[in-house]
T-cell receptor, first 111, second 115 residues
Framework: AQSVTQPDIHITVSEGASLELRCNYSYGATPYLFWYVQSPGQGLQLLLKYFSGDTLVQGIKGFEAEFKRSQSSFNLRKPSVHWSDAAEYFCAVAGANNLFFGTGTRLTVIP | ETGVTQSPTHLIKTRGQQVTLRCSSQSGHNTVSWYQQALGQGPQFIFQYYREEENGRGNFPPRFSGLQFPNYSSELNVNALELDDSALYLC??????????????FGPGTRLTVL
């Protein structure tokens, strides 16, 4: 069965510092993987997705993620974090007709 | 292109009552999915509708039911509310029935509190 693990519940970084949010998935075949961001009072916004091909995926707002099959990982990165990046981040893997989400990582950005 | 909208924003009910949550999908999107997000958790799949037919269901009891209408609106109905039903309910629309590859566009959610 599909599942997603996000090992970090809460991460704090300084503005301008680099960021990496971890995601591990469980899926038998080639997965379809997604990163979503959720700001308070907002719905989920898609940052990026991986279906196949190049394992380094570029997304919106300067985010990127790298698919590593050998490690069953799809970590999200950003070279320089902005205060507006503070939010909850969810990694998800697609099932037959739905998404399986991790429990999320809350990002705090300090000035 | 309009986004996904949901109503109401917040709702308070008491245990045993029934509730209806509403969603308006993006125009042209034939698929709508509903998710429950408990506090501190990721969204959990409730069910999906494609062209007004249920197209998949998660591990939720039958008291969770839905409808999808031809005008891209949909409803989530929950009967016999329990305290554990308190959560943020998210609606997501996507353009086709191939939801595994489709991008799902989420609404802002309805916060349901059951007392």
């Amino acid at each position: 069965a599909q599942s997603v693990t996000q090992p970090d519940i809460h991460i704090t970084v300084s503005e301008g510092a680099s960021l990496e949010l971890r995601c591990n998935y469980s899926y038998g075949a080639t997965p379809y993987l997604f990163w979503y961001v959720q700001s308070p009072g907002q719905g989920l916004q898609l940052l990026l997705k991986y279906f196949s091909g190049d394992t380094l995926v570029q997304g919106i707002k300067g985010f990127e993620a790298e698919f590593k099959r050998s490690q069953s990982s799809f970590n999200l990165r950003k070279p320089s974090v902005h205060w507006s990046d503070a939010a909850e981040y969810f990694c998800a893997v697609a099932g037959a007709n739905n998404l399986f989400f991790g429990t999320g990582t809350r990002l705090t950005v300090i000035p | 292109e309009t986004g996904v909208t949901q109503s109401p924003t917040h709702l308070i009910k008491t245990r045993g009552q029934q509730v209806t949550l509403r969603c308006s999908s993006q125009s042209g999107h034939n698929t709508v999915s509903w998710y429950q997000q408990a506090l501190g958790q990721g969204p959990q799949f409730i069910f999906q509708y494609y062209r007004e037919e249920e197209n998949g269901r998660g591990n939720f009891p039958p008291r969770f039911s839905g409808l999808q209408f031809p005008n891209y609106s949909s409803e989530l109905n929950v009967n016999a509310l329990e305290l554990d039903d308190s959560a943020l309910y998210l609606c997501a629309s996507s353009p086709s029935g191939r939801a595994a590859k489709d991008t799902q566009y989420f609404g802002p959610g309805t916060r349901l509190t059951v007392l």
